[in-house]
């Protein structure tokens, strides 16, 4: 058994290792806003200039329908469990994943003419970021998203191209090819199940860039889907066109007071869907319907030991038939932080069907721990 005085030695120098990152600013950590840094380039580089391990980890409780009596139900959940490592022996190769429930990992390449190609199971490039797609302004549960999945990594491999990288403009593009869609037709197609084996699916991103406060994506992707066999269509598949348009106006984009503190982020998500077996000729003759998802978020930092969000969505689950799949929401929260890695947050979620109104509204309390 390991001695009391060696593991105060560990734990001292485990303390000594960890305190640059406990010196960090007060600024709030975001899950969404993964910013990559380079390797530093020494001399003669320690392992510590090689390797790079973060994470996010967290408690929730929840009370369900609250103020609703009788039918009230509270729970604990985490949601969270994310373990980061980052790998670059050298300035060609870096080994990006999450190495608890390997969510991603990838492998990427630097290529000549600031090119580079990645291949694994990616970050599918579609939206802002590959975590949190908010579209619709609320999760499922447990966080597996309404309309696209939450954390969308798929196997497949892109090749990205930095055409611009300036002070003030920036352009690049993503192209890609990755597990597809795929689901037995006459049924919604299910976007937020992820992809499966035996289809592909090819998309492609461009964003561009003005400084580090403004941003704007487009985002496309396509692929067949469907077992035709039996059908009587042997030659008929179903077809998916997932399009989608994102905007971030981050803080400080002007200099005026409150507009100096405010952020802005919103994005929606169109599903084009070709299936004959399911929607009515008389609706479209061609068997096309579409799926729908937006949302708009305005986050206040002005104040001082918190930050104030708004965030509001709307889903259509089939364009064909109103149902309570279609709803709008709100999620207004109260974030704070205590310490350099621990913040909490206070959220309550508005939940709208469009049919028959269900008590289902939320409130959250969320203990977050990030390094």
């Known amino acids: 058994m390991r001695s009391i005085p060696a593991l105060l030695i560990t734990l001292l120098l485990f303390a000594l290792v960890s305190a640059p990152a406990l010196a960090q600013d007060e600024e709030e950590i975001s899950f969404d806003d993964v910013v990559e840094e380079a390797p530093a380039h020494n001399a003669l580089p320690s392992w510590t200039d090689k390797v790079h391990l973060s994470g996010r980890f967290d ?22 469990k994310f373990m980061f ?9 870096t080994l990006d994943a999450e190495i608890i429930d390997l969510s991603y990992y990838e492998l990427r390449t630097q290529l000549p003419y600031d090119v580079s190609f990645t291949a694994g199971k990616i970050w599918v490039p579609f939206g802002a ?14 966080f597996t998203g309404l309309l696209l999945p939450n954390v969308w990594a798929e196997y497949g491999a892109s090749v990205a191209k930095k055409w611009v990288n300036g002070a003030n403009f920036s352009l690049d593009t993503d192209a890609y090819v990755i597990r597809g869609f795929d689901g037995p037709r006459g049924q919604v197609l299910n976007l937020a199940a992820g992809g499966s084996d035996n289809v592909f699916a090819y998309g492609a991103r461009t ?21 035709t066999e039996g059908a009587g269509m042997d030659d008929e598949e179903g077809r998916l066109v997932l399009w989608g348009l994102d905007l ?28 004959e077996l399911l929607v009515d000729p008389d609706f479209n003759s061609e068997g096309w319907y579409y799926r729908w998802g937006d949302y708009a978020e305005l986050t206040y930092r002005g104040f001082k030991y918190a930050h104030v969000r708004a965030r509001y969505g709307t889903i259509i689950d089939f364009d064909d038939t109103v149902s309570n799949k279609d709803s709008h929401n709100w999620d207004l929260a109260l974030l704070t932080r205590l310490g350099p890695n621990l913040s909490l947050m206070f959220e309550y979620q508005i939940n709208m069907e ?18």
């Open 129 to 142: 970021t590959p975590f949190h797609h908010y579209y619709g302004a609320a999760q499922g549960d447990p």
């Open 85 to 93: 490592l980052k790998v670059t022996p050298d300035d060609r190769f």
């Open 354 to 371: 469009e049919v028959d109104e269900l008590d289902n509204d939320l409130f959250r309390t969320q203990m977050v721990f990030e390094f």
């Open 59 to 80: 408690v929730n409780m929840e009370v369900f329908a609250p103020g609703k009596e009788g039918i009230q139900a509270n729970r604990f959940r985490n949601y969270h």
């Open 248 to 275: 971030l106006v981050d803080y400080g984009l002007l200099d005026l007071p409150i507009i100096e503190d405010l952020r802005f982020r919103g994005a929606f998500a169109r599903a084009e869907i070709q299936d």
């Open 207 to 227: 964003r561009l860039g003005y400084g580090t406060k403004l941003a704007v994506w487009g985002s496309i992707l396509t692929n067949s889907f469907g077992d």
